[in-house]
C-alpha cells in the first residue's frame, strides 16, 4: 500500500505539471474563497479561543458547564471548554483544543480519542455567516446547518458515553496556565500555523479540482470550503451531511493530532460518516419545522449534477487515491530510503 501512495502521488504531480494553467486556476481560485471566507470567519475567533484556554479561562468554563458535560459524556468536566468552543469555532478548534489538553495532561490518551470522535463540527462563523448569509443569502438556513451539525456531533458524544464509567471530580482550582501576554502570543502564533495550514490545504485541493473538473457531488467529500461555497447549491439536508463529514482536506489536517492519539483513522472517518448520517436526518426534523428555509437554499433554475457524467469515474478515483494515501500515511512506521 505504501508503494501506491508514492504511485499516488508521483501521478498527481504530474497531473499538476501537464494542466499547470487549470491548476493554476484552480488554486488561484481555492485562495481566493479561502481569504474571503475562512481567514475572517475563522482567524478571530480561534485566536480568542486558544486566548481563552491557555489563559485559564477555560477551567472557569469547566466550573460552571462542566458537571452536567461530565455526566453526559463521562468524560473530565476540563473538556466542557473545549467542546462548547469547537462548535463555536468549527473544526478545526475542536481538535487543537483537544490537543492543548492533551499535551497538558489535562486528559489522557482514551479521552482524547473519545473526544475527537465528536468534537469535529463547522463553526457558527462558517456555516451561518460565509454559507449561510454569503452563500445561500439565508441566515436562516445557515442557523439550521449548524444547529443539525452540533446536535448530531452531540449525539455521537452521548452515544459513545455508555461505554465510558462516570468519575466524580474534584472541584478545578482558578489558575492561570500563562500570563496574559504569553497567552497571547501563544494564541496568535497557534491560531495562524492552524489557518495557514487550512489555506495551503485548500489551495492544494483546489488546484486538482481544477485539472480534474471533480463531480459537483464529489467535490464536497474533497474540500468542504470550495465544494458548498464553489457556487453549486444542494438540498438542504445534503449539505448538512457534507459540512458533518467536513471533507478530506479536513481529515488530512487533524491527521498528525489523531494520531498523537492513536485513533486509528479509519474510525475517525467511520464517526464523520455516522455524524454526516445523523445530520442529514436532523436537518430534514428542522426543516418540518421551520419550512420555509427550504426555498431559501433551492435551485431549481440549475440541472442537477449527475454521479454518470464524464468526470466522475475521475472523481472516484480522486476520492479513492486519496482514503489510500490516508491510509498508508496512517500505517507507514519508517521512511523509505
Given amino acids: 500500500m505504501k508503494y501506491f501512495g508514492i504511485i499516488f502521488l508521483t501521478a498527481a504531480g504530474g497531473f499538476l505539471l501537464c494542466f499547470s494553467g487549470e491548476a493554476r486556476q484552480g488554486a488561484a481560485e481555492g485562495l481566493a474563497l479561502a481569504q474571503n ?26 466550573r460552571l458547564i462542566g458537571n452536567p458535560f461530565s455526566r453526559i459524556f463521562r468524560l473530565p468536566a476540563i473538556a466542557a471548554p473545549a467542546v462548547l468552543f469547537g462548535m463555536l469555532g468549527g473544526y478545526p478548534t475542536g481538535a487543537l483544543l483537544t490537543k492543548e489538553l492533551f499535551e497538558r495532561d489535562d486528559i489522557d490518551a482514551a479521552q482524547a480519542r473519545a473526544l475527537l470522535a465528536f468534537n469535529f463540527c463547522g463553526g457558527c462563523g462558517f456555516i451561518i455567516t460565509a454559507v449561510g448569509a454569503a452563500t445561500l443569502g439565508s441566515v436562516k438556513s445557515g442557523v439550521i446547518l449548524w444547529l443539525s451539525n452540533v446536535l448530531s456531533a452531540l449525539l455521537v458524544g452521548v452515544l459513545g458515553s455508555f461505554k465510558r464509567e462516570y468519575r466524580l471530580e474534584p472541584a478545578l482550582e482558578l489558575c492561570a496556565e500563562e500570563n496574559a501576554g504569553d497567552a497571547l502570543i501563544s494564541a496568535v502564533d497557534s491560531a495562524m500555523r492552524s489557518v495557514l495550514n487550512i489555506t495551503a490545504f485548500i489551495v492544494l485541493f483546489s488546484a486538482f479540482t481544477g485539472v480534474f473538473s471533480a463531480n459537483p457531488y464529489v467535490s464536497p467529500l474533497l474540500e468542504i470550503t470550495s465544494g458548498i461555497c464553489g457556487g453549486r447549491r444542494f438540498p438542504l439536508p445534503l449539505a448538512s451531511a457534507y459540512l458533518a463529514f467536513g471533507g478530506l482536506c479536513i481529515h488530512l489536517q487533524l491527521l498528525p493530532i489523531i494520531g498523537s492519539v492513536k485513533l486509528k483513522y479509519p474510525l475517525f472517518l467511520f464517526f464523520r460518516v455516522l455524524c454526516a448520517a445523523f445530520s442529514f436526518f436532523i436537518t430534514k426534523c428542522l426543516l418540518l419545522i421551520f419550512p420555509s428555509a427550504v426555498a431559501a437554499f433551492s435551485d431549481s433554475a440549475s440541472s442537477p449534477a449527475r454521479l454518470s457524467s464524464v468526470n466522475a469515474p475521475l472523481s472516484a478515483l480522486m476520492v479513492f487515491g486519496c482514503f489510500v494515501f490516508i491510509l498508508d500515511l496512517k500505517g507507514r512506521k519508517s521512511p523509505i530510503c
Avoid at 478571530?44 to 491557555?54: E, V
Fill in 37 to 62: 471566507t475562512v481567514v475572517p470567519s475563522l482567524l478571530p475567533l480561534l485566536i480568542i479561543m486558544l486566548l481563552i484556554m491557555k489563559s485559564g479561562g477555560g477551567k472557569l468554563g469547566a
